[in-house]
């Protein structure tokens, strides 16, 4: 089964920083499509940024400046640098992954990581 495994959440200050990472397992034939979604208490999930295969890369205008998202694919991992960190981004991010499996072309989901920014 493919699987996304999500890490370095946690507990920041405002201000501070924290890098996530995904990492991609399973009988994939390839990633068209690689990026990080979030969701915060009381809120819909909402983009972050994704990035294409081909290096072409799509922000949340209001994150534009502060995250960037790169990505290796010969390791198939996303990760996400997330600076200045303010309470609002504080939210459980989710990796997404599409990508083409043997039935087709399949959007994955990772279970999440809760980023905490205190005030």
């Known amino acids: 089964q493919v699987q996304l495994v999500e890490s370095g959440g946690g507990l920041v200050q405002t201000g501070g920083s924290l890098r996530l990472s995904c990492a991609v397992s399973?009988?994939?034939?390839?990633?068209?499509?690689m990026g990080w979604y979030r969701q915060a208490p009381g809120k819909q999930r909402e983009l972050v940024a994704n990035i294409h295969s081909g290096g072409s890369t799509n922000y949340a205008d209001s994150l534009k400046g502060r995250f960037t998202i790169s990505r290796d694919n010969a390791k198939n991992t996303v990760d996400l640098q997330m600076n200045s960190l303010k309470p609002d981004d504080t939210a459980v991010y989710y990796c997404n992954v599409v990508a083409v499996v043997g039935s087709g072309v399949i959007n994955y989901w990772g279970k999440g990581t809760l980023v905490t920014v205190s005030s």
């Open positions: 399973g009988s994939i034939l390839r990633i068209n499509f």
